[in-house]
Nanobody, 126 residues
Framework: QVQLVESGGGLVQAGGSLRLSCAASGRTFSNYAMGWFRQAPGKEREFVAA????????YYADSVKGRSTISRDVAKITVYLQMNSLKPEDTAVYYC???????????????????WGQGTQVTVSS
């Protein structure tokens, strides 16, 4: 069992920044991918960013590339999502996920992840 707990969400003005955290516990993460997804009301859950735990390789959705950074703290078993230049369309519940995708191309798909956090709300005001 893997447990994931997100934090760091909140209300921010457009153009502002937030750093989301995902603290993990449970089984080893040596071969895991850690991802961030988001879901706005009435919309499907969409990929935001992912990181391979062992190598640190990162992957981003086009919608956030260049203004978001995913990183990991191996000692703390924590993944971060730094979001800058936030836009109202970034408003969503953000979920942390962990899984064992068979290759990096699978990092983009929610159904390839096995464990999920409870979500943290990000609201960007215009």
């Amino acid at each position: 069992q893997v447990q994931l707990v997100e934090s760091g969400g909140g209300l921010v003005q457009a153009g502002g920044s937030l750093r989301l955290s995902c603290a993990a516990s449970g089984r080893t993460f040596s071969n895991y991918a850690m991802g961030w997804f988001r879901q706005a009301p009435g919309k499907e859950r969409e990929f935001v960013a992912a990181i391979a735990w062992s190598s640190g390789s990162t992957y981003y959705a086009d919608s956030v590339k260049g203004r978001s950074t995913i990183s990991r703290d191996v000692a703390k078993i924590t993944v971060y999502l730094q979001m800058n230049s936030l836009k109202p369309e970034d408003t969503a519940v953000y979920y942390c996920a962990a899984g064992l995708p068979t290759w990096s191309g699978n990092y983009y798909y929610a159904h390839k992840y096995d464990y999920w956090g409870q979500g943290t709300q990000v609201t960007v005001s215009s």
